[in-house]
């Protein structure tokens, strides 16, 4: 099993900057790949960016550019950096783990509650 926690959720203007993190406790052995999702109530989850143990990164084409994965294997942290900000970002965002490496072809299976990030205008 794996606890994870997210945090830094915010509210902020359009333009502006946040930095999510997530930190796993457990059985760590299950974080291999890691990764940040979002969800807008009525819409389906989207993934946002995801990274392996080796720090090797996959993002979504909306936050290329604007957001950054990244780990602290020792720490068992996870954070997403996100900056220029847009009201299309606003969304639960989720952390979320699994054993395997990321480009394996299953689903994730350890979820945090998410952490609310808006954006106005």
């Known amino acids: 099993q794996v606890q994870l926690v997210e945090s830094g959720g915010d509210s902020v203007q359009a333009g502006g900057s946040l930095r999510l993190s997530c930190s796993a406790s457990?059985?760590?052995?299950?974080?291999?790949?890691m990764g940040w999702f979002r969800q807008v109530p009525g819409k389906q989850r989207e993934e946002v960016a995801r990274?392996?143990?080796?720090?090797?990164?996959v993002y979504a084409d909306s936050v290329k550019g604007r957001f950054t994965i990244s780990r602290d294997n020792a720490k068992n942290t996870l954070t997403l950096q996100m900056n220029s900000l847009k009201p299309e970002d606003t969304a639960m965002y989720y952390c979320?783990?699994?054993?395997?490496?990321?480009?394996?072809?299953?689903?994730?299976?350890?979820w945090g509650q998410g952490t609310q990030v808006t954006v106005s205008s």
């Open positions: 979320a783990s699994k054993e395997y490496r990321c480009s394996v072809r299953v689903a994730f299976n350890y």
């Open positions: 990274i392996d143990r080796d720090g090797d990164r």
């Open positions: 457990g059985n760590t052995y299950s974080t291999y790949c």
